[in-house]
């Protein structure tokens, strides 16, 4: 019974600060959509975890349970040894003290290779481990968590597009924000996607108020835990969304007649100023790293038997083959859910998802008339996505991961399509944005 309650009581005092906060009233949604997401994203979070309980391979593999179990390694050293707890928690290793008898315990300690870039494994290690002392060793506590977090993301990024769609109105971007099915799963358990969309949330919340001339305090802060969060889990994102941000906001602030044009000088002043810092720093080489991770990913899916013929061709052995070979990673990126490496109910499913995304761009792309008060906006989604799904085709060989990996520039892609579509949904989901019609 009391492994029920715990998780119970975390779950329900949430549904009643949804119903209470201001943060959560100035979403642009009633209070009972809100609940109704919040409650469809921990199910999700529940049937990850029946499918990862029941299934062998997953047990074994879920990055979820394994940083579950290596936080446990590092919270009982607490009661052991605390002077070994503070080292694996900050890092500062002052004494020098012996941590093998524990790192060998995490699987998630060690990357299998270096790739000289931060590991934020060790991140999500961590905040399980003081997860610990708030859920008594409850995985589920945890999934709960994992969920109020990343909904507080969603719900950023939806008053992003909320404050600057059209009429105030796009029910495919809600859609897309709160019922996409990947999105749904990946982002209902404590990964590292969960804790990117609560980061990004941060990110696009500053963002927005200081483009739209705001730079009160909460909107600086906001930006700058978005950066300090995104530094730490995923850097290659912040790489992405910094000078993407930067034109954004200055489109926005100077309502630039050609914002494409910012995007093309600040995307690259920012690759001659790495350029310029590779000169000086010879071990800053980003493209060195974009091939070690290709070489790793690609060598082991080869071992391993993953590789499908249009994956087999991706890798690549230098920068200008990594240009060369750039259309043929966004093709994969696209459609790697149509070739996974085992069929089964859950591969079918992705496929399905994925055919049924695909069908629904081709007919946006259809219906698109950018307007002038738009451009800046879907020019900034379209770019995000196609860069994020870029890298993520040139890094990723598995259909499973890409999935995964392309929740968050999903959400991206189909905004930035369906904003100059305009696409509306008039009788059920305006309802969800008329919070004074459904209280």
């Excluded at 909320?162 to 495919?172: A, E, F, I, K, V």
């Amino acid at each position: 019974m009391p492994e029920i309650l715990l998780p119970a009581g975390y779950f329900a005092g949430f549904l009643i600060l949804i119903y209470y906060l201001a943060f959560f009233k100035d979403s642009g949604l009633p209070w009972k959509w809100l609940m109704f997401f919040f409650i469809l994203k921990v199910m999700a979070g529940e049937a990850a975890f029946l499918i990862y309980s029941y299934h062998e391979y997953f047990i074994d593999t879920s990055d979820a349970f394994r940083f579950f179990r290596d936080g446990r390694v590092i919270y009982d050293s607490f009661f052991h040894e605390p002077k070994a707890f503070f080292a694996l928690m900050s890092g500062f290793n002052p004494t020098h003290l012996d941590l093998s008898s524990y790192t060998n315990l995490m699987p998630s300690w060690f990357r299998s290779y270096d790739s000289g870039v931060f590991n934020d494994s060790r991140t999500i290690v961590r905040l399980n481990a003081l997860l610990y002392f708030l859920s008594k060793g409850s995985f589920h506590v945890h999934l709960i968590i994992a969920n109020i977090l990343s909904f507080i993301g969603l719900i950023n990024i939806y008053g992003f597009f909320h404050d600057r769609m059209p009429s105030g109105r796009n029910n495919l971007v809600l859609l897309a924000v709160f019922m996409l099915p990947s999105l749904l799963f990946w982002g209902s358990i404590f990964s590292k996607e969960a804790l990117a969309i609560f980061a990004t949330g941060f990110f696009f919340y500053g963002t927005g108020k200081i483009s739209a001339r705001s730079t009160c305090p909460k909107a600086v802060i906001s930006l700058i835990l978005g950066i300090s969060m995104l530094m730490i889990l995923k850097v290659y994102l912040l790489c992405l969304l910094v000078p993407l941000g930067l034109s954004f906001i200055f489109n926005e602030r100077n309502h630039s007649v050609y914002p494409l044009s910012t995007y093309f000088i600040l995307l690259t002043g920012f690759l001659l100023a790495a350029i310029m810092v590779h000169l000086f720093v010879p071990s800053f080489e980003p493209a060195r790293w974009l091939l070690q991770k290709q070489k790793d990913f690609f060598t082991f899916a080869r071992i391993n038997d993953n590789l499908n013929f249009l994956s087999a061709m991706i890798p690549s052995s230098g920068i200008f083959s990594l240009i060369v070979k750039s259309p043929l990673a966004l093709l994969w990126s696209l459609t790697a859910l149509f070739f996974p490496p085992v069929f089964n109910f859950w591969s079918v499913l992705a496929a399905i998802e994925n055919l049924f995304i695909l069908c629904l761009l081709i007919c946006l792309a259809g219906k698109m008339k950018i307007k002038k008060q738009h451009y800046n906006l879907v020019v900034f989604c379209l770019l995000f996505a196609l860069f994020d799904f870029l890298i993520i085709g040139l890094t990723t060989p598995y259909a499973g991961a890409i999935q995964r990996y392309r929740v968050i520039s999903m959400i991206f892609l189909i905004a930035g399509m369906s904003i100059p579509a305009e696409v509306n949904f008039p009788a059920l989901i305006n309802k969800m944005n008329n919070p004074a019609n459904t209280e």
